[in-house]
């Protein structure tokens, strides 16, 4: 199926349809005289009453007026009852239920059903006609038979309701795949087509003429949609698959500090569940995403931060900071002195009447650029520098501006 027909059953889908009731399943079957318009009905209820055998007073005895011109339909119990309102026992698989008709007059008769949205979308539902042999999808809408002749016939009708599929999903493993999403579907069907797409409309597998058990695996974690085809009729069930893999991305308030200058740390993740912070002096912090810690000597510190999760998965996130001896230098007012970053391209507004100087650090700590800032307008261009985060540092005579940025 084409990305642009996919689009349109989706944008159908979502639009039109409505969910299966999930209580009791009904289904009903009108015969219409499409001259007069005169009508019947035959209503079949699934998951209220305990047997499909007749049983007063939840199903309702058909009583056939055979001087009437009128047309006539009926369900049959499993004990052979006429019925006008059918209780048919559990829907726990595929029901089989023979109909029964009778036309007074010769003409155009038309078979129609109502209340179809009970059902899940994935139920096929068919009007089997055994005399010319063949399956009408009623979800494709009525079926229209001529008649010559009046007459009446028990045998020739079956109205066939398959079991939903069943989608159960298998999560994502700690390096986000080998997911798997698995399709059981009763064997009194077989789909034309099963397909899997993701969130972007790109197909990732398929069968064809496929029943049973069947499943779609390697996965990622993520959205996708099954598309069931039978025939020409097709219906889309969303389905999300979980997983465990860690993602974790850990910051710093300040990069450099001084001696006993407190520093907030965060740990922004995904599927964790335990955290072990290690602020490279010794000091070690569990079970938090974000915590704080000052240092009191003057160096570089390693930061890392491991987060696992129930699952057996884990992950490490590090990082260095820099920490000086205070000489007591007080910063830059950040109201007059503006650092800004667009793609690989600097812009630093001096509105202070201070000289200053520019330094660009990675987060390594290593110098990468130094330049004085003569004019209140610097422009600087960084194309040789890799996509990521740097630490850019103004200072001048005894005042400092630390900015952390990140150039594209």
């Given at each position: 199926?084409?990305?642009?027909?996919?689009?349109f059953?989706?944008?159908?889908?979502?639009?039109?349809?409505?969910?299966?009731?999930?209580?009791?399943k009904?289904?009903?079957l009108?015969?219409?005289?499409?001259?007069?318009t005169?009508?019947?009905?035959?209503?079949?209820?699934?998951?209220?009453?305990?047997?499909?055998?007749?049983?007063?007073?939840?199903?309702?005895?058909?009583?056939?007026?055979t001087?009437?011109?009128?047309?006539?339909?009926y369900s049959?119990?499993?004990?052979?009852?006429t019925?006008?309102?059918?209780s048919?026992?559990?829907?726990?698989?595929?029901?089989?239920?023979?109909?029964?008709f009778?036309?007074?007059?010769?003409?155009?008769?038309?078979?129609?059903?109502?209340l179809?949205?009970?059902?899940?979308?994935?139920?096929?539902?068919?009007?089997?006609?055994?005399?010319?042999?063949?399956?009408?999808?009623?979800?494709?809408?009525d079926?229209?038979?001529?008649?010559?002749?009046?007459q009446?016939?028990?045998?020739?009708?079956?109205?066939?309701?398959?079991?939903p599929?069943i989608?159960?999903?298998?999560?994502?493993?700690?390096?986000?795949?080998?997911?798997?999403?698995?399709?059981?579907?009763?064997?009194?069907?077989?789909?034309?087509?099963?397909?899997?797409?993701d969130?972007s409309?790109?197909?990732?597998?398929?069968?064809?003429?496929?029943?049973?058990?069947?499943?779609?695996?390697?996965?990622?974690?993520?959205?996708?949609?099954?598309?069931?085809?039978?025939?020409?009729?097709?219906?889309?069930?969303?389905?999300?698959?979980?997983?465990?893999?860690?993602?974790?991305?850990?910051?710093?308030?300040?990069?450099?500090?001084?001696?006993?200058e407190?520093?907030?740390?965060?740990?922004?993740?995904?599927?964790?569940?335990?955290?072990?912070?290690?602020?490279?002096?010794?000091?070690?912090?569990t079970?938090?995403?974000?915590t704080?810690?000052?240092?009191?000597?003057?160096?570089?510190?390693?930061?890392?931060?491991?987060?696992?999760?129930?699952?057996?998965?884990?992950?490490?996130d590090?990082?260095?900071?820099?920490?000086?001896?205070?000489?007591?230098?007080?910063?830059?007012?950040?109201?007059?002195i503006?650092?800004?970053?667009?793609?690989?391209?600097?812009?630093?507004?001096?509105?202070?009447?201070?000289?200053?100087?520019?330094?660009?650090?990675?987060?390594?700590?290593?110098?990468?650029?130094?330049?004085?800032?003569?004019?209140?307008?610097?422009?600087?261009?960084?194309?040789?520098?890799?996509?990521?985060?740097?630490?850019?540092?103004?200072?001048?005579?005894?005042?400092?501006?630390?900015k952390r940025?990140?150039?594209?």
């Amino acid at each position: 199926m084409k990305k642009i027909g996919l689009l349109f059953l989706l944008i159908s889908y979502f639009s039109n349809s409505t969910f299966a009731n999930v209580g009791k399943k009904q289904i009903r079957l009108r015969l219409l005289d499409t001259l007069s318009t005169v009508y019947d009905e035959t209503n079949i209820y699934l998951d209220l009453g305990s047997t499909p055998a007749y049983l007063y007073p939840e199903d309702g005895q058909k009583i056939v007026d055979t001087s009437s011109g009128a047309p006539y339909i009926y369900s049959f119990t499993s004990n052979n009852v006429t019925c006008f309102s059918n209780s048919y026992g559990s829907f726990t698989g595929p029901v089989n239920i023979p109909i029964g008709f009778r036309v007074g007059t010769s003409g155009t008769f038309r078979f129609m059903t109502t209340l179809l949205d009970n059902f899940d979308q994935t139920s096929i539902i068919q009007l089997e006609d055994k005399t010319l042999g063949i399956f009408h999808d009623l979800r494709l809408g009525d079926f229209e038979l001529d008649f010559t002749q009046a007459q009446t016939d028990d045998n020739r009708f079956v109205l066939h309701i398959s079991y939903p599929a069943i989608i159960t999903t298998a999560d994502a493993d700690c390096n986000n795949a080998n997911a798997i999403i698995t399709v059981t579907q009763d064997t009194s069907i077989a789909w034309s087509l099963c397909a899997l797409y993701d969130d972007s409309l790109n197909q990732l597998g398929s069968f064809t003429n496929i029943n049973g058990v069947f499943n779609f695996s390697l996965l990622p974690e993520g959205d996708y949609n099954l598309v069931f085809g039978f025939g020409v009729y097709s219906t889309i069930v969303p389905v999300s698959v979980s997983g465990h893999q860690i993602l974790v991305n850990a910051t710093a308030s300040k990069y450099y500090a001084n001696v006993n200058e407190f520093i907030h740390f965060s740990a922004f993740t995904s599927h964790v569940n335990d955290y072990v912070w290690d602020f490279g002096d010794g000091t070690i912090i569990t079970g938090v995403a974000n915590t704080d810690n000052y240092y009191p000597t003057a160096g570089e510190y390693l930061v890392s931060v491991t987060c696992s999760n129930s699952y057996g998965c884990s992950a490490e996130d590090t990082f260095s900071v820099f920490i000086a001896t205070s000489t007591g230098a007080t910063t830059l007012n950040g109201d007059l002195i503006s650092i800004n970053a667009e793609g690989k391209h600097l812009t630093v507004i001096n509105r202070s009447d201070e000289e200053l100087t520019i330094q660009i650090f990675n987060t390594a700590g290593s110098l990468l650029d130094c330049r004085m800032i003569t004019t209140s307008t610097l422009d600087i261009n960084l194309p040789s520098l890799a996509s990521g985060v740097y630490i850019v540092q103004l200072k001048s005579t005894n005042r400092n501006l630390t900015k952390r940025v990140f150039l594209d």
